[in-house]
């Protein structure tokens, strides 16, 4: 479809070498560099008269651009959306779970559409599941002196502080759990930029042996990993959905036998259970199968006890457990459990044992994002949206800023009018907890010591809770469920 051309513009001219087509929809003239000569960029070719025989037409493969029809068969085998092979370490869901569909009812109403007694059968159902749980957690809320200089910087806005003062708390409570150490790998999922990680890194300084694997589904703008070159860290980035990776067949964990720890900031809904299915299943049961132990342990059985202690001196292996596990520990910062699925979520077993199903679930889900969402955004909150937006368009900004929800479906309409807005809150919160400790009786299924914590205030976000294991022989003594 041949673009229409330019309007006429007085007080605007178009940068010197980029293209001289107003896009109508921004406001401004494009700004895609140009060829020699030309006044248009390839995109918007068909605007100069010279190019008007040209017909140019959507890609097939991805129709937010277009092509040349004369030249769609050479840009088929170069567009950025072809299908690319998979790689070793991609296998289709293996980290799924099992799939339950006689569980799942076709068609389930919005809450919207409950009636009062329904939804009142279901706060019950949630109220009863969740005696005995401790409501309030503890608060762990940490720091770490690698970010001393990084949170004092007076440049920084106060989105940039937020996530400053979430990644501080994140790696102190990484190295309280003494997971903050030489030889291991740490793998981000959900990485994102890669921020945690390069935090991580920084803490680190010159630790032998360290390995950073970031899984990100998403290509993304501003990584930071790319400004590692350390001699003594390596960076390596996954595009990959959680769902589908197998650790074991990726060559650096193959190779390296390096304990994992994984870690993640604000891990979406069911991108959670993804990965700790992916760790403490997929690949601590594959390691185990094998028989093998992480090279950190067996280059520790090769030392003499003399040995061993000269190195503690000096602090190399002054963070190193005792016993080694395939997995030698999870921080994950949890986020939206409205996007948490039934078929993926690691938890069912103990929502069984309840007498609580798909269905409970599925509710539960959807009123969990009433613990963030249960208000309507006041106008203060409303004009804060603004420069939000403006800070996400500099590329200043990371998501989750508004507590993790950005829903706009009908978790958030108004129900039947017995309930108050504190009432829904305080609903939402407890349906976060259940669902949370699903995955803690997971963990300890699993052979691990986990815990939910407090590791930011509400005020730094709402979605201020982080989920720790370390598997059940390792001697930190922060491992309390």
């Known amino acids: 479809m041949a673009a229409s051309a330019p309007a006429p513009h007085t007080t605007d001219f178009p940068a010197g070498g980029r293209c001289s087509y107003y896009v109508e929809k921004k406001k401004r003239f494009c700004r895609m560099v140009v060829a020699a000569g030309k006044r248009f960029c390839g995109e918007h070719a068909g ?10 037409i959507l890609c097939p493969l991805d ?25 070793d370490f991609f296998i289709q869901d293996i980290n799924a779970g099992l799939k339950d569909g006689t569980e799942i009812p076709e068609q389930l109403v919005p ?4 009636s009062e007694e329904q939804l009142e059968n279901l706060i019950k159902k949630l109220r009863k599941a969740s005696e005995g749980l401790n409501s309030t957690l503890k608060d762990q809320i940490m720091s770490h002196p ?57 803490a680190l300084k010159d630790a032998e042996k360290v390995h950073f694997i970031l899984v990100e589904k998403v290509t993304t703008r501003f990584k930071v990993d790319g400004k590692h070159r350390k ?42 259970d993804l990965a700790l299915r992916c760790l403490v299943e997929t690949y601590a049961a594959s390691c185990e199968e094998r028989n093998e132990e992480p090279l950190a342990k067996r280059i520790k059985n090769d030392k003499t006890e003399k040995e061993i202690n000269t190195l503690a001196k000096e602090g190399n292996e002054k963070n190193v457990p005792e016993k080694w596990s395939p997995v ?58 603004t420069t939000k937006r403006k800070d996400k368009q500099n590329g200043d900004s990371e998501e989750h800023d508004d507590g993790g929800c950005r829903i706009t479906d009908e978790s958030t309409e108004s129900v039947p009018g017995f309930l108050t807005v504190e009432e829904k809150k305080k609903i939402g919160h407890l349906c976060k907890l259940l669902i949370d400790q699903g995955r803690v009786e997971y963990l300890q299924q699993k052979g691990f010591s986990p815990a939910l914590q407090y590791y930011t205030d509400p005020l730094v ?13 390792s001697s930190s003594p922060e491992t309390t469920a």
């Open 47 to 56: 605007a100069a008269e010279e190019e008007n025989a040209r017909k140019r």
């Open 63 to 87: 129709p937010k651009h277009t092509v040349y029809e004369d030249q769609l068969a050479k840009h088929l085998k170069k567009c950025n959306s072809r299908e690319k092979p998979k790689p």
């Open 111 to 114: 809450i919207s559409s409950l």
């Open 146 to 202: 690698a970010l001393h200089d990084a949170l004092n910087d007076p440049k920084n806005g106060d989105s940039a502080t937020k996530h400053l003062k979430q990644q501080a708390s994140i790696l102190g409570n990484i190295e309280k759990l003494k997971l903050l150490g030489p030889r291991r790998c740490f793998v981000e999922f959900g990485a994102g930029k890669g921020k945690l990680s390069h935090w991580v890194d920084i």
């Open 231 to 272: 001699k003594n860290s390596v960076f390596e980035r996954l595009q990959i959905d959680i769902q589908h990776l197998c650790l074991n067949k990726i060559p650096l964990l193959s190779k390296e036998k390096l304990p994992v720890v994984g870690i993640g900031k604000h891990l979406c809904g069911v991108a959670t």
């Open 328 to 385: 030698a520990g999870i921080v994950i910062a949890l986020c939206c459990h409205h996007r948490c699925d039934w078929r993926h979520y690691v938890g069912k077993e103990y929502f069984r044992a309840l007498g609580l199903g798909a269905v409970e679930f599925h509710y539960f889900q959807r009123m969990s994002s009433w613990a963030t969402c249960g208000m309507r955004k006041t106008s203060l909150e409303a004009s804060n949206l």
């Open 461 to 473: 976000s709402l979605e201020n809770v982080l989920l720790t294991a370390l598997p059940n022989h």
